[in-house]
T-cell receptor, first 115, second 115 residues
Framework: SAVISQKPSRDICQRGTSLTIQCQVDSQVTMMFWYRQQPGQSLTLIATANQGSEATYESGFVIDKFPISRPNLTFSTLTVSNMSPEDSSIYLC????????????FGPGTRLTVT | AQKITQTQPGMFVQEKEAVTLDCTYDTSDPSYGLFWYKQPSSGEMIFLIYQGSYDQQNATEGRYSLNFQKARKSANLVISASQLGDSAMYFCAMREAYRDDKIIFGKGTRLHILP
């Protein structure tokens, strides 16, 4: 399976600032996904990022708050803008691989704490 | 209505015993896939096993097997000969063919393996 890395692995940020999370894959992939996992909760899909087109956001998530870039087939960024304590979560990127079930493989995640 | 239901928020099991983690799902799509992921305390999401709706046999991957009962819409994960390293959060997830490659996750079950 693809090897996925994320930067930073964790960060503590002040309210009102922005943080950009990077996701790097060691092979070219078509579909990349960004998820949020709030403390003690399950994963919620933020958006799907395809190269060469705008990201597709899920209900409840907007581009102004979570702008996403996908400049090529191995890299994507997610920015969490104008942060509040409610944004404290683990943010995970994933890629889809054309295995039996097109399962998704995840990066190690970015633990964000907003104070 | 929830698409994926995991009724066991937490489980305690003695080491070397077999474990069954419950998962029921709700879909009217005849083509779907079911996944199980493991999330250790480190936060990484680890893909364990996949079962397709048209698969005739239950999926197996090493110590993991999926007890797929289609009529009951049940996809329980069975871990044989549990180990201390199996202590983690386990998520059941589903992909439906009409939902554009998106995977929906259940709320998870926290498994504790006791020495």
């Amino acid at each position: 399976s693809a090897v996925i890395s994320q930067k930073p692995s964790r960060d503590i940020c002040q309210r009102g600032t922005s943080l950009t999370i990077q996701c790097q894959v060691d092979s070219q992939v078509t579909m990349m996904f960004w998820y949020r996992q709030q403390p003690g909760q399950s994963l919620t899909l933020i958006a799907t990022a395809n190269q060469g087109s705008e990201a597709t956001y899920e209900s409840g998530f907007v581009i102004d708050k979570f702008p996403i870039s996908r400049p090529n087939l191995t890299f994507s960024t997610l920015t969490v803008s104008n942060m509040s304590p409610e944004d404290s979560s683990i943010y995970l990127c994933s890629v889809e691989e054309p295995g039996q079930g097109y399962e998704q493989y995840f990066g190690p995640g970015t633990r964000l704490t907003v104070t | 209505a929830q698409k994926i239901t995991q009724t066991q928020p937490g489980m305690f099991v003695q080491e070397k015993e077999a474990v069954t983690l419950d998962c029921t799902y709700d879909t009217s799509d005849p083509s779907y896939g079911l996944f199980w992921y493991k999330q250790p305390s480190s936060g990484e999401m680890i893909f364990l096993i996949y079962q397709g709706s048209y698969d005739q046999q239950n999926a197996t991957e090493g110590r993991y097997s999926l007890n797929f009962q289609k009529a009951r819409k049940s996809a329980n994960l069975v871990i044989s000969a549990s180990q201390l390293g199996d202590s983690a959060m386990y998520f059941c997830a589903m992909r439906e063919a009409y939902r554009d490659d998106k995977i929906i996750f259940g709320k998870g079950t926290r498994l504790h393996i006791l020495p």
